[in-house]
């Protein structure tokens, strides 16, 4: 193996941890999502951020990864937090 293979195997490995990475995110907002829409009868609903992590908990979220997860949420626009400790589908 040649340094020109050792790099281009390299940048192979990095852009497949990056698209690992990325599927990750987007299987995490749809565990979320999934959450939301059962903790929620209606459409308007609030619901306390609590609430999601320990349900996302059981589901092999962690703390950290909701958390990130609701903050991507909120910056796609799916999201909005009406009142602190609260998420509400828009």
Same mark, same amino acid.
Do not use: H, W
């Given at each position: 193996?040649?340094?020109?293979?050792?790099?281009?195997?390299?940048?192979?490995?990095?852009?497949?941890?990056?698209?690992?990475?990325?599927?990750?995110?987007?299987?995490?907002?749809?565990?979320?999502?999934?959450?939301?829409?059962?903790?929620?009868?209606?459409?308007?609903?609030?619901?306390?951020?609590?609430?999601?992590?320990?349900?996302? +908990?059981?589901?092999?979220?962690?703390?950290?990864?909701?958390?990130?997860?609701?903050?991507?949420?909120?910056?796609? +626009?799916?999201?909005?937090?009406?009142?602190?400790?609260?998420?509400?589908?828009?």
């Amino acid at each position: 193996m040649d340094e020109f293979d050792f790099d281009r195997l390299m940048e192979i490995q990095r852009m497949t941890a990056s698209s690992i990475r990325r599927e990750s995110e987007v299987d995490n907002k749809i565990k979320i999502l999934d959450i939301l829409n059962e903790l929620t009868a209606t459409k308007g609903k609030k619901v306390q951020v609590e609430e999601v992590i320990i349900e996302a +908990g059981v589901q092999g979220l962690g703390e950290s990864e909701v958390l990130s997860t609701l903050d991507s949420l909120k910056a796609d +626009g799916i999201l909005k937090e009406p009142e602190i400790g609260y998420v509400q589908l828009t």
